[in-house]
């Protein structure tokens, strides 16, 4: 059953999220994928995320569903024009995927190609509109298709530090909704009873919403999160139990897998984000039950 169907039919999907390499050795990616068959219900790839050149999202995709793994791919007009972007699209969709998650492009601070310039020609919602139109049968400047592209869209509500921020994110995902996105991925979730919280509000969105699952590696990267991410709510409770454990990147493992195991009666779903360590997905989905 493909991730549409379940979501239609409100089953709990698990997705995890494996970067392409920044090179042309697979087999990393693939061991990866090949270890998770079976275990999740798609693997979402992001295309070149923080402005790191890496073999790109559409190629990764491919790649996946070539292993019998349902994908979705991170799409956004950071990068590319709105010609070159249909021009994806329709490959995509030739190429066998039909998942979509369309994304704000993050800003180039970080990139390892700072000469880049950014495109950003067209934003969120008009990427959104773009690939509505791409399904009617027309491209964006009117003309008719030579066959019409299907496909099942996401979009992301971005971390927000307090109520005000939580009440304008989910009116950009009300517009993102209007335009054509059938399923929401909500931030990372580092407190069950704040996001609890958060489902109270968001639950009136009408479509599926699948929480972002962070794997914490260290008491660095916790302690990190929880001073330059003010709505990220890491207790000191989770930093004290990273820094006593015996095992510091086992303690995170258990950590996100009790976080998964706990949504599964909150939301239709998680996406899994390791950051590098895909080779700790299987332990993850150990310790949820998966």
Known sequence: MTIQKRLQNREFV???EINTPKGVDISRFMTDARHIKGRVDGVVVPDMDNGVMRMSAMAGGVLIQQQGIEALINVYGRDRNRM?????LLAAHVLGIQNLIVVHGEDMANSDQRDALPVNDLDELGLLSAIKSLGSG???AGFDLDGNPE????????PFANDEGLENELELARGKIAAGARFVIAPPVFDINRFETFMQKAGNLNVPVIPTVFLIKSVAVARYISTNEPG?????????RIRKASDREMEGVRIAGETVAALKKLAQGVLIQTMGWEHRLSAILDVAGI
């Open 14 to 16: 698990v997705l995890a």
């Open 84 to 88: 070159a972007l249909q021009g994806d």
């Open 138 to 140: 027309k491209d964006m």
């Open 151 to 158: 496909f099942f869209v996401g979009c992301h509500i971005a």
């Open 232 to 240: 990220s709510h890491i207790s000191e409770e989770t930093i004290r």
